[in-house]
């Protein structure tokens, strides 16, 4: 199993409160750290991705070494799609919440022409709804890195409940679908991995003050 990945994050000397609770991309200053609960799916068995907080406290980052979806000769007919399934427990100090602004994704994608294939993901806290799946698409032919950012309006932000605990759920899948390309002969794959540690999603925080407690 994945160990607990934590972020030797900088000492701050100050730090700088939103009026009222307001939601901001100020941190708390002290260390946040992200233990991996559990990791499921076909694109990421169990040691190969990642976690890690960013050393300001803004974000972190998921690193994946075998998440591939691919068409083609040498390809398993399942092999078209993967898909993976973390969750999280992010521990933060007391009298701070998180939500996610942002959500930047990278990879490398190869298409033979006529070839399709689609990243798409979502992220929701346990015991709440579900955010709607924020879906890219690509088209051959390509062969390049590939990158998407999705974006949450503030007023939009789903942020975790003050006092409660609830692990972090996200899911991702990557689709290629061969189209009028010929699987028999040629390959086409969309990756969201790497051998060097290069390739790696970034999920921004977005940052508010609890109530005092009662």
Known sequence: MLTTLAAAALAMSTIIIPPGGAPGDTPPPENITIDV???NGSGCRAGTAAV?????????TVTYSEFMAQVGPQALPTDFRKNCQLNLRVNVPSGFTYGIASTDYRGFAHLER???????????????????????????PLSD????????????????????????????????????????????FIAMDSTDGSIETTYHFAWKVCPPKP
């Not at 890690?52 to 972190?60: C, G, H, L, Y």
């Not at 949450?152 to 991702?172: L, M, Q, S, W």
């Open 37 to 39: 609960v559990t990791i």
């Open 52 to 60: 890690a907080v960013s050393p300001d406290n803004k974000a972190f």
């Open 114 to 140: 006529g070839a399709t294939a689609l990243e798409k993901a979502n992220y929701y806290f346990q015991g709440m709804s579900q955010t709607e799946y924020k879906q890219h698409n690509y088209k051959g």
């Open 145 to 188: 890195d590939w990158q998407a950012t999705d974006t949450t309006d503030v007023a939009a932000i789903v942020y975790h409940p003050c006092g409660e605990k609830r692990n972090f759920n996200i899911n991702t899948e990557l689709r290629v679908m061969a189209g009028t390309s010929d699987p028999k002969k040629v390959t086409s």
